[in-house]
């Protein structure tokens, strides 16, 4: 596909050719596990279906095209595509990772690849100095997120780019902007990362991972690993998150401009004590924010007086559903310190209590803040 369409158009078009045989606009779901071959070695581009399927294929370059790179990975789940990629690193290699990230980075990261002699420096990456003195003669890798989840902090990418030697890897974590509000890679990372159960799929009923690459040589090993680990997307998945794909411009435009008039909202109520949402003028980093983001997206978290004032806001929303996840169409909310991030409980990167997430879907502005309204004192 033109790399010069727009993302808009990309969106719906980049690695989806109508089916040469049937004409068939959207992409089949090639729902099988082997590829037969005519002679030994010699097949029509597919073997297995873990080293490669036609309707992964055509979801790995639709990210990559998304994300202005070069390749794309799609895996089981958006950990599943960490836990991977991870795996390019060896015992003693050291990981600069961001103080407030997803919970579920801090466990794979602290509980389980520690384990296999990785060493991490949990830093806040909104602070150019404290990313600067956490580098080590050892250190393989920076992880980004921005912005983050819950505090939604940002993390200047290029500045960051700017002050690590070339041969560290540089990932951003992009769940939460979608490459409709902001691509890393154009921004000097060389690896981004998705839970493309989230914005991407858009409608919460998909679970996966993706990551997208501009480098040959890195793209290569941990598509290597990829065959060899085996955690990929399956194919009904695939053509789900394509699917979801499709609308992400549209879905990101009216999450944005929801997001902001919540936010506003909030700001303005007498029982919240602080919003963070990089769209708002208070927000310590809103002029990075323009800078680097095209939009603020639908992520709005909330300080309350108390722990339990937070419990009762998100025990007392009707349209806002109380569960875990985000980014799909409808409105959800959550208590990150018992729920996504309850992994972090007493670790450097714990959350406050007192904090309430929103996740602000593409209903009518006005029965979303109705519902809010209600639920706050
Ligand atoms: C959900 C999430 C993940 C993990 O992805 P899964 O698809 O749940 O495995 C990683 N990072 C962020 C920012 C997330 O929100």
Redesign the pocket.
Known sequence: MEQNYHLETLAIHAGQEPDPTTGAIMTPIYQTSTFVQTEPGINQGYEYSRSGNPTRAALEALIAALEGGKYGLAFA????S?DTLMRLLNPGDHVIVGSD??G??YRLFERVLARFGLTFSWVDTSDLNAVKAALRPETKMVWL?TPT?PLMSLADIRAIRDLTPANVIITV?N??ASPALQQPLLLGADVV?H????YLGGHSDV???LLAFKDDGLYEQVKFLQNAVGAVAGPMDSFLVMRGIKTLSVRMERHSQNGLKIAQFLEDHAAVKRVLYPGLESHPQHDLARRQMKDYGGMVSILLESPEAAQRMVSRTKLFALAE??GGVESLIEHPYSMTHASTASSPIAVPPELVRLSVGIEHIDDLIADVRQALP
């Open positions: 789940s958006g950990l599943a960490m990230v997803y579920g980075t997120e989840n974590d769940t939460f990362m839970s493309s159960t989230k679970v996966g991972g996840s985000l």
